[in-house]
């Protein structure tokens, strides 16, 4: 343990100084701003019931929940009678279209997301849905549909039957967390998790247009993580996110949750450890540390390990709260950032109740790749008020927003290295419940920030599910 925490710390700096980490960033460049130009109304009654503190339309972890391709926006959900919809618009449109896909939500688990992928290979947009440690919900569309919407109607013809495979090809009986990723090449991924939370592998299968293929496992869930309470043999790497930069690096920056409650000081925390990093680049096949060093090759025995070396680059044992899967964004310069939340130590070294001590204590932290190459690492300085999860976006001159519980947007300039953190958005007006839904494609393709949110209700009234766009620097 206390060889990897010093790994970590000679890694990271503890605070990042003004014009640390400013990257590309130019004098005449703008800092960050947003300006709201809009809101729609994908449902007025969209399905609502809370479950692990969130939302099965709007929990953060489900990428592409809401995404823009060729000059269309795509929105999935779940209706109040339970049905699985997808509606488009045209950007600048006010009304959505929307269709059933033939499916309809098993469970009130809020974990049994709806993620959206494109294959620019064929155009078509792939949806996987009802997936929490069981089975899953797989519907495709018709070939060039995304490549021609304007051509093509939106009805649900346009879609294939529900599936419980990929086409055939059978992946898990215990699947979680589908996160489709587009390669530069315009190959398909998804990457998924085996098994369950605090014993789980993370995977990926690949569509080239054609076909599926499992490319298989590539971390391990074995492994001797001790801390100065226990120790814990069995556990899964939870990823706040995996992208893709311009260059074709895939990154992936995650947090260790352990199996064993023994580690931490208190039953009523929660196991979660460190923040750590890898990268491929070879689209997933072999997975390199901070360092360069190669730690694990998917589908073979030797796979990513809480075990070895170089993965942490910001320690934390499992006594304050950390979050899993929060957020993670490539910036223009193919540098990983990502948003941690955790209760800080001068608040106390022992949390005894996650939910509570994140929501009356909790704060984020900007933990981020700097130009010159260590990791570096900002509090932002506005209480979360919330156990739930913040997102991370930024902006074509690398100025960063934080999108946090309710709506509220906070940003940080390039030019200071991310330490000016401002609140630009505090939400008013929205009456969103908790954690919000985040457009990554828009953001580069028309450089306007969608947020999808969900209006608070009580119990299993169904609430408004809507779209708020707000336009960033030009």
Not at 2 to 10: D, I, K
Not at 110 to 136: A, E, K, P, Q, Y
Not at 293 to 319: C, F, K, M, Q, Y
Request: proline share 4%.
């Amino acid at each position: 343990m206390r060889r990897r925490a010093l790994l970590g710390t000679a890694l990271l700096a503890s605070v990042a100084g003004p014009g640390l980490g400013a990257g590309i960033a130019r004098a005449a460049d703008p800092g960050p701003s947003v300006t709201r130009t809009g809101t729609t109304t994908l449902d007025t009654q969209a399905i609502f019931f809370v479950s692990y503190d969130g939302l099965v339309n709007n929990n953060s972890f489900q990428k592409n929940g809401l995404l823009t391709y060729k000059g269309y926006q795509y929105a999935v959900w779940y209706t109040a009678d339970r049905n699985a919809v997808v509606g488009r618009r045209a950007l600048g449109a006010t009304t959505w279209s929307t269709v059933k896909v033939g499916h309809t939500l098993r469970y009130n688990d809020s974990h049994n997301v709806i993620s959206m992928g494109v294959s620019r290979t064929d155009g078509r947009l792939h949806l996987n849905m009802d997936s929490h440690s069981d089975g899953f919900t797989y519907v495709k569309s018709v070939a060039g549909l995304l490549d021609n919407p304007a051509g093509l109607s939106w009805t649900a013809s346009r879609f294939g039957a529900p599936q419980s495979t990929l086409d055939g090809l059978a992946l898990t009986s215990q699947f979680t967390y589908p996160q489709f990723i587009s390669t530069p090449e315009g190959r398909l991924q998804l990457s998924y998790r085996v098994a369950i939370s605090g014993n789980g592998r993370n995977a990926l299968a690949e569509y080239d247009g054609t076909r599926w293929t499992n490319l298989g496992e590539w971390t391990s869930s074995t492994g001797t993580y001790t801390s100065e309470h226990g120790s814990s043999t069995a556990r899964n790497m939870y990823l706040h996110g995996i992208d893709y930069d311009r260059n074709g690096r895939l990154h992936a920056m995650f947090t260790w949750r352990e199996q064993n409650n023994a580690v931490m000081c208190n039953s009523g925390g929660i196991t979660n450890h460190d923040t750590g990093y890898v990268y491929s680049d070879d689209r997933g096949r072999t997975w390199r540390n901070n360092a360069g060093t190669v730690v694990g090759t998917t589908g073979s025995s030797d796979r990513v390990s809480v075990n070895d070396a170089g993965l942490v680059v910001d320690p934390l044992n499992p006594d304050h709260s950390l979050m899993n899967q929060e957020s993670q964004f490539i910036d223009m310069a193919g540098r990983p950032h990502a948003i941690i939340s955790y209760v800080p130590g001068r608040f106390g070294q022992c949390t005894t109740n996650y939910v509570a001590n994140r929501t009356a204590n909790g704060r984020a932290f900007l933990v981020r790749k700097s130009a010159s190459g260590p990791w570096q690492k900002t509090e932002i300085p506005v209480p979360l008020n919330s156990s739930q999860r913040t997102k991370l976006v930024m902006d074509k001159y690398n100025n960063a927003y934080a999108i946090f519980p309710f709506g509220r947007i906070a940003g940080a300039s390039a030019a200071s290295g991310h330490t000016d953190w401002r609140i630009l958005f505090d939400g008013a007006g929205l009456n969103a419940f908790g954690e919000v839904v985040i457009d990554e494609m828009r953001i580069a393709q028309d450089n306007v920030l969608s947020v999808m949110y969900q209006e608070k209700s009580s119990g299993t009234t169904p609430s408004a599910l809507r779209v708020v766009d707000f336009r960033l620097p030009a």
